[in-house]
């Protein structure tokens, strides 16, 4: 049977369309393009985590508020794409906005203060999200904050009447992140320039103390509550012989001798004990042979909470107090001394100046009268001393008391007048006293030694004779006693010296001038006795102003006889 052969189905072409693409089925066309745009996002996300880890990175490592807002500023540029900002940071001991940066080319700042109201920052604050609000006619003002999560430091402000088409939400998300990383490194800067600050002054203080400590003439060191020195100056080290400086830290038993370790645990002890320990005599063995005589004293060492944390101990050089007690103590033997042989020479002196004047009586012959005239006058030079002497040694002693009461210097002056001392044939004695003169609280027998004593001086070194004037006149609150003379004068180089104990100028005009040097001292003692001062103007050849100042003492009533002494 034959069959019928059925044709073969034709090739197909290569140059016709593809068959169409039942509904419902994928494009892979398409799908190559979402896939290819996804994997573009996806690189762009991958490069923005990149640039951003860079710059918290950087950001992390800046050490100054400059820096991060270097860093922040560079990175803003690259997403607002020429918008115009300004960062405003806020003051945290005056708690003010100053403006730290702008956008412009030339750092100029559009807004000098921060362009929004104090209730917008609250919200901004309270909120912790970026707004935009209009601050002029057709403007807007996007603020993005610097915020840690708990302070508000910083505020991003921009301008966005221009560049709304730049603040996208991906935009501001961007600037968002940027800000927060920020923030917290202008808090860490701010903190770390505070620590620094603080630290700084620390180290100041250390210093300083430490000078201090270093410059105070006593030696201190400090204990803790183990006994470990913590602190120890220079002084101390020297005191107590020590030559290892390196003794901070260690155990005291361990850095001074025994028998010191000794006296020091006891007074430790008590101070701890009692909170205070009666000072100690110390002899401290230094090298070859030196002693140093010591007083150990202590305090308690506390915190600022007031509790014990060791004790201070204070080291103090007797030496110098010694050889000032063994000094007081000569002096005090020198001044008994002198007021005792005084008083023995005195009661003869008197005596023999009474039977003088006896014989002088008795005498017929010029010669004998001539004899016992210069005995008499050689016995009252004598006594003059002995008085000088006398009263330098009640003053040095503190047993010469003054007793004050109401006088009249123009009267005690008048008072003294008759005395022989103030008596000369060669001289005239001008006295001139102000009509206004007050009464003043002063020792009258004191002051009228003042005056004796510079009168007759004035006398004596003007042995030419010539023109004595006494002037007593108020001047601004004191009383001044002016005594001129026109005699022999003072060279200026012993002028700073004749207030001193027996002084007297050494010249061949005042060879033939008796006296013993003491009189102008004892008139020092007794003027500032008053609390008043002394001075003196001189020229040679022309004479010498003895100026005394007296303050004017209101009138109180009489003291006892019992005053303070000088």
Not at 158 to 183: C, F, W, Y
Not at 359 to 388: C, G, W
Not at 523 to 534: N, Q
Request: proline letters at 5%; glycine letters at 6%.
């Amino acid at each position: 049977m034959a069959t019928t052969r059925q044709p073969a189905d034709p090739p197909p072409d290569p140059f016709s369309d593809p068959p169409a693409v039942p509904a419902g089925s994928p494009d892979p066309r398409r799908e190559i393009e979402f896939l290819l745009q996804t994997n573009e996002s996806l690189l762009n996300a991958v490069a923005e985590l990149v640039a951003l880890k860079d710059v918290s990175r950087r950001l992390m490592v800046a050490r100054t508020i400059e820096e991060v807002v270097d860093i922040f500023c560079a990175s803003i540029n690259q997403v607002l794409h020429g918008a115009y900002y300004q960062i405003f940071l806020r003051d945290v001991e005056s708690e003010e906005w100053r403006s730290v940066r702008s956008s412009s080319p030339g750092g100029t700042h559009r807004w000098k203060r921060l362009p929004v109201t104090g209730d917008v920052v609250k919200w901004i604050a309270r909120h912790d999200k970026q707004t935009t609000v209009p601050i002029k006619k057709e403007s807007l003002l996007t603020i993005v904050p610097l915020s840690t999560g708990r302070d508000l430091v910083g505020l991003l402000c921009i301008d966005a009447s221009r560049h709304e088409e730049h603040l996208s939400q991906l935009t501001i998300d961007r600037l968002n992140l940027l800000a927060v990383h920020s923030a917290a490194a202008i808090y860490n800067a701010t903190l770390d320039a505070r620590l620094r600050r603080q630290l700084s002054e620390m180290e100041h203080t250390r210093n300083f103390l430490e000078n201090i400590l270093e410059s105070i003439s006593h030696g201190i060191f400090t204990l803790d509550e183990s006994n470990r020195i913590t602190q120890i100056n220079r002084n101390a080290t020297a005191m107590l012989g020590i030559e290892d400086v390196d003794v901070i830290g260690r155990a005291y038993p361990d850095v001074f001798s025994g028998d010191l370790a000794k006296v020091l645990n006891g007074i430790v002890q008590e101070t701890i004990d009692h909170g205070f320990a009666m000072e100690q005599q110390w002899i401290q063995q230094l090298s070859q042979g030196v002693e140093v005589p010591l007083a150990i004293s202590t305090a308690i060492l506390r915190d600022e909470d007031r509790r014990t944390r060791g004790v201070i101990v204070l080291l103090r050089d007797m030496t110098a107090s010694r050889e000032l007690e063994r000094l007081r103590k000569l002096d005090q033997m020198k001044s008994e001394f002198v007021s005792n042989v005084s008083h023995e020479l005195r009661t003869p002196l008197t005596s023999i100046k009474a039977y003088t004047e006896a014989l002088a009586d008795m005498a017929q012959d010029e010669q004998q009268k001539e004899f016992l005239k210069v005995i008499d006058e050689e016995s009252n030079r004598l006594l003059a001393l002995i008085e000088d002497l006398l009263s330098l040694s009640r003053i040095e002693s503190g047993r010469l008391r003054l007793r004050p009461e109401p006088a009249h210097l123009g009267q005690l002056v008048q008072d003294i007048m008759g005395v022989a001392k103030v008596q000369s044939d060669k001289h005239q004695i001008a006295v001139d006293i102000a009509s206004d003169l007050p009464l003043t609280m002063l020792d009258p027998d004191r002051i009228k030694e003042v005056l004796i004593n510079l009168i007759s001086n004035a006398i004596k070194y003007s042995p030419a004779g010539g023109l004595v004037t006494v002037k007593i006149c108020k001047e601004e609150g004191v009383l001044r006693i002016d005594i001129s003379d026109q005699g022999i004068g003072i060279a200026e180089e012993h002028l700073g010296k004749i207030f001193d104990q027996f002084y007297r100028v050494d010249s061949s005009l005042t060879a033939q001038v008796s006296g013993t040097g003491l009189g102008l001292a004892i008139v020092k003692s007794m003027v500032e006795a008053h609390s008043g001062t002394i001075r003196v103007a001189s020229t040679p050849g022309k004479g010498s102003t003895f100026s005394v100042f007296l303050p004017i003492r209101p009138i109180t009533a009489p003291r006892s006889t019992d005053e303070a002494p000088y």
